[in-house]
């Protein structure tokens, strides 16, 4: 027997703004037949391709710790660095610069209510280095 995810939920102050802020970052959309709204204190937003969910629910506590579990992004159409200034714009803040020498490691980012995630090498500069990944 196991269990399947449903979706992956992630407390928040103000659940409208933080799926707004991911589905720029993933590129998620709304659910269909139910769009989110300012105010809404459950947000639902899913990948259109594969079906993965989010789900950003408000809750009173402010997140006072590192994250336990967190996302790990590797960006589609441009490399890290690319990716890190997009984030950036988008309202991410740099938490932490992991990358190393010959250009492995990762940016640790948080978005705009402090949760962590970090953003890894693209697989077209994984393929570049010559580095496997599952």
Request: proline share 4%; aromatic share 4%.
């Given at each position: 027997?196991s269990?399947?995810?449903?979706?992956?939920?992630?407390?928040?102050?103000?659940?409208y703004?933080?799926?707004?802020?991911?589905?720029?970052?993933?590129g998620?959309?709304?659910?269909?037949?139910?769009p989110?709204?300012?105010?809404?204190?459950?947000?639902?937003?899913?990948d259109p391709?594969?079906?993965?969910?989010?789900l950003f629910?408000?809750?009173?506590?402010?997140?006072?710790?590192?994250?336990?579990?967190?996302?790990?992004?590797?960006?589609?159409?441009?490399?890290?660095?690319?990716e890190?200034?997009?984030?950036?714009?988008?309202?991410?803040?740099?938490?932490?610069d992991?990358r190393?020498?010959?250009?492995a490691?990762?940016?640790?980012?948080?978005?705009?209510?402090?949760?962590?995630?970090?953003?890894?090498?693209?697989?077209?500069?994984?393929?570049?280095?010559?580095?496997?990944?599952?």
């Open positions: 027997m269990s399947l995810v449903a979706h992956t939920t992630i407390d928040a102050h103000d659940a703004a933080l799926s707004e802020f991911w589905k720029r970052v993933l998620y959309v709304d659910l269909d037949g139910d989110n709204l300012p105010g809404h204190e459950e947000c639902m937003i899913r391709e594969t079906g993965h969910r989010l629910i408000e809750v009173p506590d402010d997140k006072v710790v590192k994250n336990r579990l967190h996302l790990d992004l590797r960006p589609r159409d441009v490399g890290r660095e690319a890190v200034e997009r984030l950036l714009a988008l309202g991410a803040m740099v938490v932490a992991r190393v020498d010959g250009g490691g990762w940016f640790t980012l948080a978005d705009p209510e402090g949760n962590e995630f970090c953003v890894l090498r693209s697989q077209d500069e994984l393929d570049a280095a010559g580095v496997a990944q599952p």
